[in-house]
């Protein structure tokens, strides 16, 4: 790959496909499900939907105007993003695992003039909050098929809680738009004045926020955070000049993660860069399409790597047996591959390594655009993060906690000057909330969350996070939850697999009645702590049945216990555990 094509100057991330198209023009940009097949869209279709919609949207946003996205992924999610950005606005995506309640946060906190939303499901969720839109002067439907008429008669008929509230037919003709009707007002625009996109891309400062993202958190509302086309410009930047070797321009990938997650939203983005033929996906399909798309590239969270290794290792007790399984479950052409969200096992990784793939994992959160470490071709260690970015500083704070300071730190919340302040040091410097620390060969390791350190009556200081990611792979259990500040010993919350659990135990003639279920996690139990020191040993559990779901509270819609809020939700269960009521 020509890294200096792609390092020599920044440019927003719209602007990106229009100086490539004259190149790209009729090459497909995405391939999307046509009944059993695939359709692509070229890059001309796509960069026609932006100049489009972002022409549209110059009637309706001010520069640094905020739009938001709810939709699950599509090739309009991409298209109505960079036009937002286009127009000069901000776009913030909203998790289409998003509760009613949750969204209408998104919209109304970040002072939102434009939002674009698909599926009815979806847009049944906006009309439950219609009161929270006020500040909203259109709804843009991705989908022209659906009927905000049909959907608010239908919140009517049903009762639904605010159904009072909901917008007049007049209301809904007057702030509703579809996306056909956005794209020939700005299309008819175009016709009007040819140079008018040129000059409204070209208006667009690298020095203001391009995109706002809602940190998931672990507790209480989430936080917006603005980063600039400078901040994301600069972290894209590091990613071409650290991983240059695995990278390469026209390679294909399959996109499952959500787009509404930088994660998803930064994969479609280095796709616009190199000209990758994207697949667009889903969770439900993507590990039985790799096999048939045959990917250079496929990016996922560690679940995903797990169940590929865990398919292959069961189909032989022969290693080269197993490696050829995983070329034939991953499709055989895999070059790049990147592991993020949270960590993955070392023996996931070896696995792979020895296929002759290196799973590639790093560090970062949303307030850094977002990566600060990366392991890389030419110098990786399983147990790291790896090193930091080139544009990233980074120290230890006195207890350990990572700071970060670059050019893609952000510099600070949407209406929360507060949080601000609290999230930087007195000299500028961000406060990830993690503790780490350096090896002598400076990778960078996570030790834990830096709250969710537990110590213990003793003065021992245990990471609850070492110990529950031990019983990840195991079928037995969905979660673990480690529980025991301040106690004279560790207890935890388990949310058993009861599929599993059933199975098993009719195997072994047993029914799966209450004590029988808890024996057997008790056993899995014990194995995991003969595994452990003597202070970070799990006395005791509490069988728990209401499951962890993003809707109850308990996980972030990257699907990452909200510890504090299993806490309170569970605390007199665990509390029970130490003979309290």
């Known amino acids: 790959m020509d890294v200096a094509r792609y390092t020599s100057e920044l440019r927003i991330a719209p602007q990106i496909v229009f100086d490539h198209l004259p190149e790209r023009r009729t090459r497909p940009r995405f391939m999307v499900h046509d009944g059993d097949d695939w359709r692509a869209v070229t890059w001309q279709a796509f960069a026609d939907q932006i100049r489009d919609v972002a022409l549209y949207l110059g009637t309706e946003l001010k520069s640094g105007d905020r739009a938001c996205v709810f939709a699950p992924n599509r090739v309009e999610w991409m298209s109505a993003a960079l036009a937002i950005q286009a127009a000069g606005g901000v776009m913030v995506p909203i998790y289409g695992s998003s509760t009613a309640d949750q969204a209408g946060y998104v919209v109304e906190h970040s002072d939102a003039k434009i939002v674009f939303v698909d599926t009815p499901e979806l847009l049944a969720r906006l009309l439950e909050v219609w009161p929270s839109l006020d500040g909203v002067r259109r709804v843009v439907l991705l989908d022209d098929a659906l009927d905000p008429h049909a959907a608010a008669a239908d919140a009517r008929a049903r009762g639904a809680a605010g159904a009072a509230a909901l917008p007049t037919s007049q209301e809904l003709d007057r702030r509703f738009v579809t996306w056909s009707r956005a794209r020939s007002l700005g299309a008819a625009r175009h016709r009007e004045d040819p140079s008018a996109f040129e000059r409204t891309l070209a208006a667009v400062s690298l020095d203001q926020p391009g995109v706002m993202l809602y940190t998931s958190g672990?507790?209480?509302?989430?936080?917006?955070?603005?980063?600039?086309?400078?901040?994301?410009?600069?972290?894209?930047?590091?990613?071409?000049?650290?991983?240059?070797?695995?990278?390469?321009?026209?390679?294909?990938?399959?996109?499952?993660?959500?787009?509404?997650?930088?994660f998803g939203f930064g994969e479609a983005g280095i796709g616009n860069q190199l000209g990758w033929v994207t697949y667009l996906s889903d969770p439900r399909q993507a590990l039985a399409e790799l096999p048939l798309v045959r990917p250079s590239v496929f990016m996922s969270v560690p679940s995903y790597w797990d169940k590929l290794a865990s398919l292959a290792l069961a189909s032989s007790e022969e290693r080269s047996k197993q490696i050829a399984k995983l070329h034939e479950l991953t499709g055989g052409s895999l070059r790049f591959c990147l592991s993020g969200g949270a960590g993955l096992k070392r023996e996931v990784k070896e696995l792979f390594h020895e296929a002759g793939l290196l799973i590639v994992e790093g560090y970062g959160l949303t307030e850094a655009s977002p990566t600060l470490t990366m392991n890389r071709p030419d110098a990786f260690r399983f147990d790291s993060v790896g090193r930091p970015f080139p544009s990233v500083q980074l120290r230890l704070a006195e207890d350990g906690e990572i700071l970060a300071r670059g050019p893609s730190v952000f510099s600070g919340y949407h209406k929360d000057p507060k949080a601000t302040q609290e999230v930087f040091t007195e000299d500028g410097w961000l406060k990830t909330g993690d503790v780490g620390r350096w090896t002598d060969d400076g990778f960078l390791q996570i030790v834990d969350r830096k709250k969710d350190i537990l110590v213990t009556a003793g003065g021992k200081n245990v990471a609850p996070a070492n110990i529950e990611v031990r019983f990840r792979d195991d079928p037995f259990f969905e979660h673990v939850v480690v529980y025991g500040d301040g106690e004279k010993f560790l207890v935890a919350g388990v949310w058993p697999n009861h599929a599993a659990v059933r199975e098993a135990l009719a195997k072994r003639g047993g029914d799966a009645d209450p004590e029988a279920v808890r024996a057997m996690l008790w056993r899995r139990v014990e194995q995991v702590n003969a595994e452990l020191a003597s202070y970070e040993t799990i006395k005791a559990i509490a069988v728990i049945d209401e499951p962890l779901t993003v809707e109850g509270g308990l996980l972030t819609p990257t699907l990452k216990v909200k510890r504090k809020a299993v806490y309170e939700r569970h605390g007199a269960a665990l509390e029970a555990l130490y003979g309290r009521r």
């Open 218 to 262: 672990t507790s209480g509302r989430p936080k917006g955070v603005p980063l600039t086309h400078r901040n994301v410009g600069v972290n894209g930047r590091d990613w071409f000049e650290v991983l240059a070797p695995l990278l390469d321009e026209g390679m294909v990938d399959v996109l499952w993660l959500p787009m509404s997650h930088i």
